[in-house]
């Protein structure tokens, strides 16, 4: 908890100094930055001083302590205070920025990375593929902007060259969706230029493999090139070859594709070596020293070399009457346009690297009905306030937007916060401030502020020369209280005769030196260079230059100076801001040094009061920390009393929401306005917060009971609506299956085949076991339908045959259903006319012995016993018995083995006419029917089977068995296998005993 910080590390908040003095807050931040606490509340600010150290206050186990945690309840810390502008967007579904703020060196990037680690540690907790990308592309290109827009200055190892403004987009469940990145670059290769060391640059050159310098024709020695020979000696911290591979790999995760990374380092190369270019003259014409570097460059951007010789070296111009011309340079014309032609290689190079970005993370194919509403936080990070001992343009520009902040926050914390409470009446002690408008209309103010100025000296025809518009801003500004010159102020020796002008910043005062003010302020980029980029094979290159397809005589428009543009982007910036609801971190540099234990009290002094610190503690002691419509107060917290929940009956909505801080006894820690409600301490708001979060799942399940009450009560009405639907559905179906099979089977009785070609409707399902019945009985009155035309003395064969179809089950090929079954074929004079009379004597006499009442079959058969004799015998089955007889002694009886012992048959699949008769002393005969005279072709098999299994039917079960390979026999209980072939030459069926049993050889028909 912050208020149980011990003491020895001073107070967390300013808000709680027991005294607002300058002193009292100097001694607080120098005790918390020398006790290791770089963070400080002023209220909702969070003020970080630099460390110049690592330090392990920023992994997993910080990012959940601070996650969903209120401002006050942890030690001040940058998680918190994005903690709380993530809460405020998700709550209240408010667009919400981050404002980083401080001179340069003061740790303003590094604040930025950390909040946006922090924001991509508490998203996401499902993991969504598409919502992880989003994260990983935001995360990295933090990595590439800070490789290519940052530079170490003689203040900052890792100082901003541009300013980054990033709106990060959520969707309705507080996931990061997209984004949209704008920069701010001002100087593009100053660094180069102007003394410093682009941290691009060195980051391929000391971090670079030699394969990859050398097809970039460079060395890994900065020194060796005029732009980065200043930062050559010195030793960074950073492990540069570690970084360059960061690089290298964030652009491949953000996007990049092979072919542009390299085009992106091809260019650095192409800057580098044209850095090097050098010029003579012989007095009349200027040339190029050592043309290698022109190859290597020429190659490197794709173009021709003798297009960048004479791009260096001549100017294209037209004249009034429309003709072309090529005007040599000077020497001095010629650097001035190989410098100006690097530093917008360089400018296209990282806006395009922007372009990029914002390609990838921005929000696609998004529908607010959809998708919810879409609400945005902003990170703003950006060059500080910069005071050197040689102040030029760009330090003028750079002064000029942290003014433009200052008056921001101003703006939003002191005018806004003092408007406010003035507007509703709250009782208010008036604090005075020192409002920066009057040096913000002396830089931007139409027709008199320097910027005009600047730029009506840049249309002016003819020589116009820094000094001459340092006379004008003299003549014009020479009232204006924040702006003086050696001319204005002639005993102020600090400052020369024609050549400087002071403005009072509210951070200070700058003396800016006007040499070169006109050339940085115009576009001095002559026509040439452009043409000779748009032309160029490379097509990342040339897409960097639309502008250059435009030839010298269609190029007419004078583009915006510098300045303007640079003004107009920033007041876009504060316009964007100040619509959203802000939040600050305002960063000090404890010293000049970069030590992590010195504390310059001067330097920090300095930068508390220009930043306006004491200001915001002042307001923040005597103000609010919370203030809301009464409406937007009671929507949120009317469930926590009892007298606005769900709805009052009060007068208004001020009365319910008196009601409701009433019972919750804030009424000393309130103030009411004519709209809103006004809390002093953000631990009121805290404790109604955590009201309303332990009410929240009491309602939610009282409101998810009633709507699934109403669900319930509906599907029923619905099921019963259906269900009755249903029913006169089925009872319609029923009745229209009943009439179909009505109109179809109406003639059956007259019909030649009694209906059975007629085709059943489908029934539904309720009648599918009535229509099973139905259709069996159709069948069975059809069958009856037959019968009843079938003579008495055919009724024998019909049973035997269906006896012999069911027991058979079609796996015979034939059995001899087609033709009249005669049984008893021995009796039958046709089929054997010799010795028909013998047998028909011997069966009388058999009847009248045994009794037996019926033939069941008789014809001859082959024979084999258990000693593998085969021989032909005559077969006579009755009802009584079967007779194994000898066809040549009269018919004499050889063995009689009573009916009831059979219990089975088994017979082959085939045409054969082998029957195997089990018997249950497991003594079976194995025998093969022959045919007679009748017809040779008879298979008599059928017959057999059908004549045995219709008699025992009646009886008990006679199993019937048909045999795909061998058929399985017993003789006096030995297991005997019997199988068929076919053999050529064979004429009668005969068997033959094999290993395991018995061959039946068939003859081959």
Not at 565 to 571: A, D, T
Not at 622 to 635: E, I, S, T
Not at 942 to 969: I, M, N, W, Y
């Amino acid at each position: 908890m912050a208020e149980l910080e011990g003491l020895e590390f001073g107070k967390s908040d300013f808000v709680l100094l027991d005294e607002v003095t300058m002193e009292q807050f100097m001694e607080n931040l120098k005790l918390r930055f020398e006790k290791g606490r770089i963070y400080t509340y002023i209220g909702e600010v969070v003020v970080s001083v630099n460390p110049y150290r690592q330090m392990d206050i920023y992994g997993k186990d910080t990012v959940d302590a601070y996650r969903g945690r209120e401002l006050y309840e942890n030690p001040p810390h940058l998680y918190a205070v994005s903690d709380a502008a993530y809460k405020a967007m998700k709550r209240r579904a408010k667009d919400t920025c981050i404002v980083i703020s401080g001179e340069s060196g003061a740790g303003k990037t590094e604040a930025s990375k950390y909040i946006m680690q922090y924001i991509a540690a508490i998203t996401n907790p499902g993991q969504r593929a598409e919502v992880e990308s989003v994260k990983n592309v935001l995360l990295k290109s933090n990595c590439v902007l800070e490789a290519f827009g940052n530079a170490k200055t003689n203040r900052n190892d890792n100082s901003s060259r541009f300013g980054k403004y990033m709106d990060i987009n959520f969707n309705f469940n507080g996931e990061p969706t997209g984004g949209h990145i704008n920069n701010y670059l001002l100087e593009k290769v100053r660094g180069w230029v102007g003394g410093q060391d682009d941290g691009g640059a060195l980051n391929l050159l000391r971090g670079g493999s030699d394969e990859m310098l050398e097809s970039f024709h460079l060395q890994n020695d900065p020194a060796v090139y005029i732009y980065t020979r200043e930062g050559a000696a010195t030793v960074t911290s950073n492990n540069d070859r570690s970084s360059h591979k960061a690089v290298m790999s964030a652009l491949g995760v953000i996007g990049f594709s092979n072919e542009e990374i390299n085009s992106i380092y091809q260019i650095l190369a192409s800057i580098l070596l044209l850095g090097n270019v050098q010029f003579e003259t012989d007095g009349e014409s200027v040339q190029i020293l050592g043309l290698e570097a022109i190859d290597h460059i020429a190659e490197l951007t794709a173009t021709e070399a003798d297009s960048v010789i004479k791009s260096l070296l001549f100017r294209t111009v037209a004249t009034g009457g429309g003709e072309v011309i090529e005007k040599g340079h000077t020497e001095q014309d010629a650097c001035f346009g190989r410098d100006a032609f690097a530093k917008a290689l360089y400018e296209r190079l990282f806006c395009w690297i922007v372009n990029r970005i914002n390609s990838v993370i921005e929000v696609k194919d998004y529908n607010p009905v959809l998708h919810g509403k879409n609400t945005v936080i902003g990170v703003l990070d950006i060059y500080g306030f910069e005071i050197f001992e040689n102040n030029s343009f760009e330090q003028f520009c750079i002064n000029y937007c942290n003014e433009k902040l200052q008056q921001l926050f101003i703006e939003l914390i002191l005018r806004q916060e003092q408007g406010e409470y003035q507007r509703e009446g709250i009782t208010w002690q008036h604090i005075d401030y020192f409002n920066n408008q009057i040096i913000v209309d002396l830089v931007e103010q139409p027709h008199k502020g320097i910027i005009s100025i600047l730029d009506e000296a840049c249309l002016t025809v003819g020589k116009v020369t820094d000094t001459v518009c340092l006379e004008s801003m003299d003549t014009k500004l020479a009232q204006h209280p924040h702006y003086t010159s050696r001319k204005l102020s002639p005993t102020d020796k600090t400052m020369d005769f024609q050549k400087h002008f002071r403005i009072r910043h509210y951070a200070g005062d700058v003396t800016y030196s006007v040499e070169g003010f006109l050339d940085k302020n115009k576009d001095l980029l002559f026509q040439d260079f452009k043409r000779l980029m748009y032309n160029s094979a490379d097509p990342v290159l040339k897409e960097m230059w639309p502008d250059g397809q435009l030839s010298i005589t269609e190029v007419t428009k004078r583009p915006l100076t510098a300045a303007t543009l640079f003004k107009n982007s920033i007041v876009a910036l504060v316009d964007k801001l100040g619509c959203k609801e802000p939040y600050y971190v305002r960063c000090i540099k404890p010293n000049e040094m970069k030590s992590p234990v010195l504390f310059d009290d001067a330097r920090c002094q300095h930068q508390v009061a220009y930043l306006g610190l004491m200001e915001n503690v002042m307001v923040r002691r005597a103000g609010f920390a919370y203030r809301q419509h009464y409406a937007r107060v009671l929507q949120r917290y009317k469930m926590t009393c009892e007298y606005t929940w769900p709805n009052h009956l009060m007068a208004s909505d001020r009365e319910a929401v008196e009601a409701i801080v009433t019972q919750h006894g804030f009424q000393d820690d309130v103030a009411y306005g004519h709209t809103k409600l006004f809390v002093r301490t953000p631990r009121s708001l805290y404790t109604l917060e955590q009201e309303r979060a332990a009410l929240i799942p009491i309602l939610v399940l009282f409101l998810q009971k009633v709507w699934r009450g109403a669900l319930a009560r509906m599907r029923c009405r619905r099921m019963r609506a259906i269900y009755a639907i249903m029913g006169c559905y089925k009872r319609y179906k029923v009745k229209a299956h009943f009439w179909e099979v009505e109109s179809r089977f109406a003639n059956v009785r007259t019909m030649a085949d009694y209906g059975k070609s007629v085709e059943w409707p489908n029934p539904p399902a309720a009648l599918s076991k009535f229509h099973k019945n139905t259709v069996m009985l159709h069948r069975r009155w059809w069958a009856r339908q037959i019968v009843k035309n079938i003579p008495p003395s055919d009724m024998l064969e019909v049973r035997a045959k269906v006896a012999a179809l069911t027991a058979l089950s079609g796996e015979r090929k034939d059995w001899g259903v087609s033709r009249a079954w005669e049984r008893d074929y021995l009796a039958n004079a046709r089929d054997c006319p010799q010795t028909s009379s013998s047998f028909i004597r011997v069966s009388k006499d058999l009847r009248n012995k045994d009794m037996y009442s019926q033939v069941l079959f008789s014809g001859f058969c082959r024979k084999v016993n258990r000693f593998n004799k085969s021989t032909d015998r005559g077969l006579l089955i009755t009802d009584k018995c079967v007779y194994k007889l000898e066809p040549n002694k009269q018919y004499k009886v050889l063995k009689r083995l009573p009916l009831d012992i059979f219990t089975g048959l088994s017979v082959t699949s085939e045409v054969d006419q082998m029957v195997a008769l089990h018997t249950s002393s497991q003594d079976d005969v194995l025998l093969c029917l022959q045919r007679g005279e009748l017809c040779t072709n008879q298979d008599r098999v059928g017959e057999l089977v059908g004549a045995l299994v219709d008699h025992f039917t009646r009886k008990v079960h006679f199993p019937v068995k048909v045999c795909r390979s061998a058929v399985q026999v017993h003789m006096r209980g030995k297991v005997k296998n019997v199988t068929v072939e076919t053999r050529p030459g064979q004429t009668n069926a005969d068997f033959k005993k094999s290993r395991d049993g018995f061959i039946l050889l068939v003859p081959a028909n």
